[in-house]
């Protein structure tokens, strides 16, 4: 008994761009690694100006964040906020209050 493996069934082949509809036209075209075109700052320089900067930042200490100038992130998450925060402050309490009629056990 043999047994026939037919290669069309197990090869993966790369995906080709091919331009017969003519929205896949713009596609660009599809390089071996041999062939790609080198970025245009080479990855060694890129590295190194990166390094460069990191020296410098270190150094100098961190800069915060200025505040925004009218003092406020999100002017219509103001009353939103405000109402959490009641919400927030009522809930506690009506939480301490339970706590003291509802005995509670809790082990360690």
Do not use: W
Request: charged share 30%; glycine share 2%; aromatic share 6%.
């Amino acid at each position: 008994m043999t047994i026939r493996i037919q290669p069309e069934r197990f090869c993966h082949r790369a995906p080709t761009v091919t331009n017969e509809v003519p929205q896949n036209a713009d596609f660009p075209q599809h390089y071996s690694r041999k062939e790609k075109k080198p970025f245009p700052v080479p990855i060694v320089e890129l590295r190194r100006a990166a390094r460069e900067r990191m020296k410098k930042m270190k150094d100098e200490p961190r800069k915060s964040m200025s505040a925004p100038k009218n003092g406020l992130l999100v002017k219509s998450l103001v009353l939103t906020a405000y109402n959490v925060y009641n919400t927030r402050i009522t809930l506690i309490n009506n939480l301490k209050k339970l706590l003291k009629v509802v005995p509670v056990h809790a082990c360690g």
